[in-house]
């Protein structure tokens, strides 16, 4: 039993188009985060939700937009994509509470053509 | 200065050698310290973490960490083919956010 979904695993789209990806954990816990990560592999954080309030909202455009509509969901939709926008985006889900990890799903590798 | 600095490596070490994996860090309140590895095309997995002063021990994985210093490192004895990967250092921040460094490539060598 996946402990942190994310679909789908791969998404090629145009540029210009709207798209979502969804994430799922079933740990019970409070955080749920979603990072990018570039061709060069930095891991970069994006969002972070808490019981789904966004707490951390990084230095991102504004055509990504986060929604949560409980604490074991926190889907990404991007609008108006770009070349750019080209990455592995991976959902991530922590216990705020004591000293925890965070635990990643598989990934999602989005290609902007 | 960047919140989690890394060596990005690529770092070298033949079989059997002990790899040695360092990280620097700037938020001097944080407290939860995280080594991931991440084979290419997979996420990250946790194979470490620790939290307070001194060294931790799990097989052939050794997590150093000094607070003082802002450093901790990650030391894989006996080092296997197997282990090559991205090794990311990651904490969680004084305000509950868990960043990552940039990744260190490993390379074991036969």
């Known amino acids: 039993d996946t402990a942190v979904s994310q679909t789908p695993k791969y998404l090629v789209t145009q540029m210009g188009n709207d798209k979502s990806i969804k994430c799922e954990q079933n740990l019970g816990h409070d955080t749920m985060y979603w990072y990018k990560q570039d061709s060069k592999k930095f891991l970069k954080i994006m969002f972070s939700?808490?019981?789904?309030?966004?707490?951390i909202n990084e230095t991102v455009p504004n055509r990504f937009s986060p929604k949560s509509p409980d604490k074991a969901h926190l889907n990404l939709h991007i609008n108006s994509l770009e070349l750019g926008d080209s990455a592995v985006y991976f959902c991530?889900?922590?216990?705020?509470?004591?000293?925890?990890?965070?635990?990643f799903g598989q990934g999602t590798r989005l290609t902007v053509v | 200065q960047k919140e989690v600095e890394q060596n990005s490596g690529p770092l070298s070490v033949p079989e059997g050698a002990i790899a040695s994996l360092n990280c620097t860090y700037s938020?001097?309140?944080?407290?939860?310290f995280f080594w991931y590895r991440q084979y290419s095309g997979k996420s990250p997995e946790l194979i470490m973490f620790i939290y307070s002063n001194g060294d931790k021990e799990d097989g052939r994985f050794t997590a150093q960490l000094n607070k003082a210093s802002q450093y901790v490192s990650l030391l894989i004895r006996d080092s296997q083919p197997s282990d090559s990967a991205t090794y990311l250092c990651?904490?969680?921040?004084?305000?509950?956010?868990?960043?990552f460094g940039p990744g260190t490539s490993l390379s074991v060598i036969p």
């Open positions: 938020d001097r309140g944080s407290q939860s």
């Open positions: 990651a904490l969680k921040t004084s305000y509950d956010k868990v960043i």
């Open positions: 991530a889900s922590s216990q705020v509470q004591g000293n925890t990890e965070a635990f």
């Open positions: 939700y808490n019981n789904k309030e966004l707490i």
